[in-house]
């Protein structure tokens, strides 16, 4: 079946992440809605979180934090996942979030405090033809032969991103949890077109006659909602703090084998505990790298799996940064919302793809842990073209046949 194209775009995706980690699914678990979020001022707001107690003393802390520093309550909730609670507090008008910030800091009975940032999607321009390159990275990866040892089966993988059209027909079946995190996220969830396009990287089905092929086809896809588009039917999206926290913090507690992070920006250390703790529990998680060294979070925890993009379909083209793992991410074809594909590109589908190569990888050995999964794709890359820097390339097939003792892929 001949694939519907929208016209070619390429797309990386660079959002925040800081923040908190929620519970029940619900299109009110945040105070940012779909269509004025991009408005809101994150300057007024400061985050706070409670160490582990009983929830009356929680409650009478928060009520003495809003006595004392005159703050208002825009959203509390428990983190089930590091035993902690959270709050976001609103910062009267003219007074200075930073001065409440530093009070906070110090105050004893706070267990940490922090501001909230709100990051925008970087979209990249660019146009193939469609037909030119049209999934260059299935050999890139050697997808064919590690489809006849591992596809993903029941591996369970957390795109954390925008919406997802759950309704594709390369989707359908394959999204087994979905979770809205921004308020009103509900209405546009279907439609969001990043998170659509990083989970068909995934998990697209194969050998159904229809559109492409996912690097693990039978994977079990959570479409985890912490991100929204700026305007429907944009490519540009945000992401608030706590809302892509609460994201993390349900998929650990819903099982979550994979957490992918087709994101980046600044060092946040509230969820660096929440991804220290997914870590802790087993879970691997693979995160974009744009190169930039101010905005390589989460990719630059220890223990995540970074990917820099690289363009194995024109090797004299060199990758936005010199060194570590890399994979496809120039005109990679892909899923878009209404039965669509169109072409992308960005160390987003970079990272979408290795996620894809943990998923084969734990379908075959479901007790890898985090670092011998990392290890296993990093001994079992290729070296990428000269002119692409010193990036190692990822081989699906090749990481498959070192988990599995067999030699080299045949």
């Known amino acids: ?3 519907a194209l929208r016209g070619a775009t390429a797309i990386l995706l660079a ?5 908190c980690a929620g519970g029940p699914v619900s299109p009110a678990t945040s105070v940012m809605t779909e269509g004025d979020a991009a408005a809101l001022s994150a300057a007024s707001q400061v985050m706070v ?3 582990s107690a009983p929830s009356a003393i929680w409650s009478r802390t928060i ?21 902690e609670h959270c709050i976001v507090f609103e910062v009267p008008r003219g007074r200075s979030a930073q001065d409440i910030l530093r009070r906070l800091v110090s105050d004893p009975r706070v267990g940490s405090a922090q501001t909230i940032a709100t990051f925008d999607v970087l979209a990249e321009n660019g146009y193939n033809d469609p037909y030119a390159h049209l999934q260059h990275s299935v050999q890139t990866l050697h997808l064919r032969q590690a489809h006849r ?15 997802v059209d759950v309704d594709h027909p390369d989707l359908r079946g394959r999204v087994v949890k979905v979770g809205n995190f921004v308020d009103r996220g509900g209405q546009a969830f279907t439609s969001d077109i990043h998170g659509t396009a990083v989970a068909g990287v995934i998990a697209a089905a194969t050998n159904n006659q229809v559109g492409i092929v996912g690097v693990a086809p039978q994977a079990e896809i959570f479409a985890l909602k912490a991100c929204w588009q700026k ?9 608030d703090s706590y809302t892509l926290a609460k994201a993390v913090d349900f998929a650990i507690l819903q099982g979550a084998q994979v ?16 991804i220290a703790a997914a870590l802790g529990r087993g879970i691997a998680v693979v995160a974009a790298d744009a190169g930039d060294g101010t905005r390589s979070f989460p990719a630059s925890l220890q223990g995540v799996i970074g990917v820099f993009g690289l363009d194995d379909s024109r090797p004299e083209r060199k990758p936005r940064a010199p060194s570590g793992l890399g994979a496809p991410a120039v005109d990679i074809l892909t899923t878009v919302p209404h039965s669509s594909y169109d072409f992308f590109s960005g160390s987003s589908l970079a990272a979408a793809q290795v996620s894809g190569v943990a998923a084969l990888l734990l379908e075959k050995n479901p007790k890898l842990t985090p670092a011998q999964i990392a290890e296993l794709i990093r001994k079992s890359a290729k070296p990428a073209p000269p002119a692409q820097g010193f990036p190692v390339q990822v081989d699906a097939c090749a990481a498959l046949a070192s988990a599995l003792g067999a030699g080299a892929c045949s």
């Open 15 to 19: 959002s925040s992440l800081l923040g």
């Open 1 to 3: 079946m001949r694939p």
């Open 259 to 274: 957490l992918n992070f087709s994101l980046a920006g600044p060092h946040d250390p509230l969820l660096a505990r929440l």
């Open 231 to 239: 305007t429907p039917g944009a490519r540009e999206a945000v992401c």
């Open 149 to 163: 040892l591992a596809t993903g089966k029941g591996v369970r993988v957390a795109v954390i991103d925008t919406g």
């Open 63 to 83: 009520f003495e934090l809003e006595q004392t520093y005159r703050l208002r309550t825009v959203f509390a909730w428990t983190m089930g996942s590091i035993g």
């Open 49 to 51: 979180t409670l160490r």
